[in-house]
């Protein structure tokens, strides 16, 4: 009972933050929807040019809200692909906090970062050129809130405020029960049987520790951080890992975007850029580099 207490208590604790970005950026889309009209999509839809650079330097700052956040745009089309795509890649979630404790040196937080930033602003700007090259239809999508409120049959007309607070209480369940599902899941399993996944394997390691860091949960970033300060996994591993864990933003996209492949397409996208940056990490000078730094 002790441990189901634990579980429910840290679920709760995990949503609880994750609210003032949900309802922020329901409200910035409501808004848009009911007050400003085109003038503001428009200056989205433009701004989107350089949305991947935003969006990476988002995603660098240790809070994983800004991933939730940039789910709730993207599914409302207020942001390119290419620009959640580079929220998701630079986010750092629990990361920093264990370089830090851990004494690791600031070159060498500065260095993953940088990594992460940077294979985020470039995954962003080449996936948004090519969706553009293409003409694909999610590109040139008007931004609106209202396929949302219908999915969701919401009946949301009322006031934006109330809109808002509507699509956060709703988001805010689902992650609730799935945050619970996947704390107790961890737990139940263990840490060390998924930590003997990628043990000793190249290449595999890459691609297990891919898997591993799609878990939308704080505790795939930790594992995956302290089994390579522990000289268990290599520092491409690593970053194969950190580079797909987006937190709970995966969740947060897949309860609210549809079509649900196009969810799917994000999610194979993501899941490639980490496991083949972490294998050309790995392979290149700049794992001794970032090793030495350490």
């Given at each position: ?118 294979i985020g602003v470039l995954v962003g700007f080449a996936v948004d050129f090519v969706f553009r090259l293409f003409r694909r239809k999610r590109q040139t999508d008007e931004p609106c809130i209202e396929a949302i409120c219908e999915r969701e ?77 522990s000289g268990v996994i290599s520092i491409g591993s690593m970053l194969s890992g950190l580079l797909v864990n987006a937190g709970v933003g995966l969740l947060v996209l897949f309860r609210t975007n549809r079509p649900v492949s196009d969810s ?31």
């Open positions: 009972m002790t441990e189901w207490t634990e579980w429910i208590l840290h679920s709760l604790l995990d949503t609880a933050k994750l609210l003032p970005f949900l309802f922020l950026t329901y409200l910035l889309m409501e808004f848009l929807e009911h007050k400003s009209g085109d003038a503001a999509g428009r200056l989205l839809r433009r701004s989107g040019k350089i949305g991947p650079l935003l969006g990476g330097a988002l995603g660098v700052v240790p809070q994983c809200g800004f991933s939730a956040a940039a789910s709730g745009l993207y599914a409302g089309r207020l942001i390119t692909v290419g620009t959640l795509l580079a929220v998701y890649l630079s986010t750092s979630d629990e990361m920093l906090p264990i370089l830090l404790s851990s004494g690791a040196s600031l070159p060498f937080i500065l260095g993953v970062l940088g990594c992460k930033l940077a049959h919401c009946k949301c007309g009322e006031h934006f405020v109330l809109s808002a607070l509507k699509h956060t209480l709703r988001i805010a369940v689902f992650l609730l029960i799935v945050t619970f599902l996947l704390e107790a899941a961890v737990h139940l399993i263990g840490e060390e049987r998924i930590a003997s996944l990628v043990l000793n394997r190249p290449v595999l390691g890459n691609l297990l520790a891919a898997v591993v860091g799609l878990i939308p949960n704080c505790a795939s970033s930790v594992l995956l951080t302290e089994l390579y300060l799917v397409r994000v999610l194979a996208i993501l899941w490639c850029t980490g496991m083949v940056s972490g294998l050309l990490i790995d392979v290149s000078p700049l794992a001794g580099w970032l090793n030495g730094l350490l």
